[in-house]
């Protein structure tokens, strides 16, 4: 069965700090891959996708994809106390039409 | 203006009744899905819908049926509802079938069964 793995959380950090989120998914033949914010209460929001190996930067955001490895993240620079949400990473697998989600990493940023 | 809109926004109903969910977006976007979100916050695909072809069906009790008039609308239809079916469900569009631009989400409907 295909999945996709995030630690729950909270990932609690500190106003300023960088944080760092982590996704691993199990299919080796993956080919887009997305992270999504969704605050409480609220529906997700599309922050970025990635399709290549290596890094993508948008603003204080970059996404990071190691296919050999199976993992994708993401990484807020600067975090303020608005960045707190769940981030929720989403996979595509080849020959489906459908994202696969993970089960959310819960940010806290502390003022 | 509202991309993806849902409605209505909260429904609270008893054990055993129908009721419907209705979907519009005005991003001229192909596909359309809907996606249930559990307690635990886990987003789980049900049905997708590309200029109103079914082409995803997710294994769901067969009491939730989606219908697509026009490939703008995608409703959802829950017949005898159960304590089960309550969550939140997401409608989402996308430009294509492969969705590689990303979903764009409606706002939600949170259903209570009692």
């Known amino acids: 069965q295909k999945e996709v793995e995030q630690n729950s959380g909270p990932l609690s950090v500190p106003e300023g700090a960088i944080a760092s989120l982590n996704c691993t998914y199990s299919d080796r033949v993956s080919q887009s891959f997305f992270w999504y914010r969704q605050y409480s209460g609220k529906s997700p929001e599309l922050i970025m996708s990635?399709?290549?190996?290596g890094d993508k930067e948008d603003g204080r955001f970059t996404a990071q994809l190691n296919k050999a490895s199976q993992y994708v993240s993401l990484l807020i620079r600067d975090s303020q106390p608005s960045d707190s949400a769940t981030y929720l990473c989403?996979?595509?697998?080849?020959?489906?039409?459908?994202?696969?989600f993970g089960t959310g990493t819960r940010l806290k940023v502390l003022a | 203006d509202t991309a993806v809109s849902q409605t209505p926004k909260y429904l609270v109903t008893q054990m055993g009744n129908d009721k419907s969910i209705k979907c519009e977006q005005n991003l001229g976007h192909d596909t359309m899905y809907w996606y249930k979100q559990d307690s635990k916050k886990f987003l789980k695909i049900m049905f997708s819908y590309n200029n109103k072809e079914l082409i995803i069906n997710e294994t769901v009790p067969n009491r939730f049926s989606p219908k697509s008039p026009d490939k703008a609308h995608l409703n959802l239809h829950i017949n005898s509802l159960e304590l089960g079916d309550s969550a939140v469900y997401f409608c989402a569009s996308s430009r294509g079938t492969i969705s590689n631009y990303g979903y764009t989400f409606g706002s939600g409907t949170r259903l209570t069964v009692v």
């Open positions: 990635i399709y290549s190996n």
């Open positions: 989403a996979v595509i697998y080849s020959g489906t039409y459908k994202y696969i």
